[in-house]
């Protein structure tokens, strides 16, 4: 009914109907691919050995990363806090400033945003490639579960590493601030520190961390979905679609991360 | 060669229909595959005899018709015959699918890592045990780019049979392959099927070879089976889609084998 009333309307309403439809079928068929998803965690077999590997896989990558843009964050927040806190005669401050942005903002969408820089990515392609060379429609014939076997252990990691990466990127974040507010700037580096004990509260931990590990399921089912149907939908074939599946996976996962950013900021505030 | 039982099919097709929008691949298939036989489907490229393949192992779904593996339907809502069908049955595919992440042994121990409760050292020594019936047990530890052509085919018919199936289908095995490794390929087929006493299913367009490996013969044309009989009723047959197909593939032979003389002069 709905294909024949739109086929019946004005183009524009028509065209804008078609990518309503797509776009709401979209979320649906996501919101199944993670309920599949989640469901075969009972299912698959070994699978702690399968999520020890996505641990380290998603880990160990991103790891250096995650310390240089926490380091160089913290650094800029140091110097760009000390001269605007400094007009107002309140250095003693900075280490609150610093320590609050990184905890509540910069740390949870800045790591996550690098996680799906980097590992988000590779799943994305590697997914497309096994999807292109039909192993995973080799498993299927196996009878093993696909999405247990590649999908669940990426999501179990991702709930683990997203708010572990989270946490190393705000305590370098810290060390940063630290040096370039105390080091260089000549904020006193005690003032500094115990600013940041009376200014963090455990509600500002908390929130980070729910907010990386939302980010987290939220980037890998996106990057995962992507992949696992690299050649569904889209008129790109072999490589390209492989290509094309990465790119979306990596631009639909930065923009939900900010979209859930404002949803659970506005829980927390 | 095994002679094929005379017992009920074990794989028994009736009137299977595939379309894909407007164009129909498969228009009524009807198939009988006795236990421990090779039962090869000819037919040219495009005909849809991958198509029937995926079907039967439920990696495409049919418009209509029924599949039954000993004379039990399988159906979409049966998901515990689907279930036994897939732990009997495993697919050799057109281009291997192996994991390239995994080495050759993980690669082998993937289907009973999953579908088994067997202990680590049970699928271990299963694992090592169907590398060593194909003569790759020292290569346990290569990743399957680092391996040629037939070894990962080798590899692949490993993994198809650490299982222990009573159905191994083949999608076009010899696809892309030169005349020699062609006669290997199926040589292989025929040593590991005797060797197992699985039944195979192939499908290609490789008559020779098929003729000289397989108990019995079909040929896929426009849809339909319009031939199935003995590799000998297929080499005498006179019905003109048979004999067309025939010509044709023998036709494609010599014309390549003067331009390779011509070559080689």
Same mark, same amino acid.
Request: hydrophobic content about 45%.
């Given at each position: 009914m709905t294909r024949t009333f739109l086929a019946k309307s004005p183009p524009m309403i028509s065209a804008l109907g078609r990518e309503t439809i797509r776009i709401v079928s979209g979320f649906g068929d996501l919101a199944l691919f993670t309920g599949r998803s989640f469901g075969a965690a009972v299912s698959t077999k070994r699978l702690f050995r399968r999520v020890i590997r996505a641990i380290y896989e998603q880990g160990t990558v991103c790891l250096p990363v995650i310390l240089i843009v926490g380091l160089f964050t913290g650094l800029v927040l140091g110097l760009q806090g000390y001269h605007i806190l400094s007009r107002f005669g309140?250095?003693?401050?900075?280490?609150?400033?610093?320590?609050?942005?990184?905890? &509540?903002?910069?740390?949870?969408?800045?790591? $996550?945003?690098?996680?799906?820089?980097? $590992?988000?990515?590779?799943?994305?392609?590697?997914?497309?490639?096994? &999807?292109?060379?039909?192993?995973?429609?080799?498993?299927?014939?196996?009878g093993v579960e696909s999405h247990g076997y590649l999908v669940t252990p990426r999501l179990i990691a991702a709930l683990i590493v997203y708010p572990f990466q989270t946490a190393l990127f705000v305590v370098i974040g810290f060390w940063g601030g630290s040096?370039?507010?105390?080091?260089?700037?000549?904020?006193?580096?005690?003032?500094?520190? $115990? $600013?940041?004990? &009376?200014?963090?509260?455990? &509600?500002?931990?908390r929130e980070c961390f729910i907010k990386a590990a939302v980010f987290g399921l939220l980037s890998v089912t996106i990057c995962a979905y992507q992949g696992f149907h690299a050649d569904r939908n889209h008129s790109e074939t072999g490589a390209r679609a492989v290509s094309a599946a990465t790119t979306r996976a990596v631009v639909i996962s930065s923009i939900m991360v900010l979209v859930a950013d404002y949803v659970v900021s506005s829980f927390f505030i | 060669m095994n002679p094929p039982s005379t017992d009920a099919p074990l794989?028994?097709?009736?009137?299977?229909?595939? @379309? +894909? #929008?407007?164009?129909?691949?498969?228009? #009524?298939?009807?198939?009988?595959?006795?236990?421990? @036989?090779? +039962?090869?489907?000819l037919g040219p490229s495009g005909t849809g005899k991958s198509v029937f393949l995926k079907c039967l192992a #439920?990696?495409?779904q049919h418009d209509s018709g029924m599949i039954s593996f000993e004379g039990r339907p399988l159906v979409i809502s049966d998901k515990e015959t689907r279930a036994d069908f897939r732990r009997r049955c495993s697919f050799l595919f057109q281009n291997n699918a192996l994991f390239d992440s995994l080495s050759a042994l993980e690669n082998v121990s993937l289907p009973l890592e999953q579908t088994t409760d067997l202990d680590s050292r049970e699928i271990q020594h299963r694992s090592m045990d169907a590398l060593a019936q194909l003569e790759l047990e020292s290569f346990r530890d290569r990743f399957p780019s680092q391996m040629s052509g037939g070894m990962q085919k080798r590899l692949a018919l490993a993994?198809?049979?650490?299982?222990?199936?009573?159905?191994?289908? +083949?999608?076009?095995?010899?696809? #892309?392959?030169?005349?020699?490794?062609?006669?290997a390929v199926f040589s292989m087929i025929v040593k590991y099927q005797r060797r197992f006493n699985f039944t195979a299913l192939i499908v290609t367009h490789d008559v020779p070879e098929a003729l000289v490996a397989s108990n019995r013969v079909a040929l896929l044309n426009g849809g339909r089976i319009c031939f199935e009989g003995t590799p000998g009723d297929f080499s005498s047959s006179s019905d003109p889609v048979v004999t067309g197909f025939r010509d044709s593939t023998e036709a494609l032979r010599e014309s390549l084998s003067l331009i390779r003389s011509d070559f080689q002069a």
């Open positions: 309140s250095e003693g401050l900075l280490g609150a400033m610093v320590s609050l942005s990184l905890i &509540r903002e910069m740390g949870p969408v800045l790591a $996550s945003l690098m996680l799906i820089g980097q $590992s988000g990515s590779a799943l994305a392609a590697e997914l497309g490639i096994q &999807r292109n060379s039909e192993q995973i429609v080799a498993l299927e014939t196996m040096l370039s507010g105390s080091a260089l700037l000549g904020v006193d580096s005690g003032v500094y520190w $115990s $600013s940041i004990q &009376r200014a963090v509260e455990s &509600r500002d931990l | 794989l028994q097709v009736d009137q299977l229909v595939k @379309s +894909f #929008g407007e164009n129909p691949v498969l228009d #009524g298939i009807d198939l009988r595959v006795q236990r421990g @036989s090779i +039962f090869t489907v #439920g990696v495409m993994r198809a049979i650490v299982t222990r199936p009573e159905l191994v289908l +083949f999608d076009e095995p010899t696809a #892309g392959l030169d005349p020699l490794r062609r006669n």
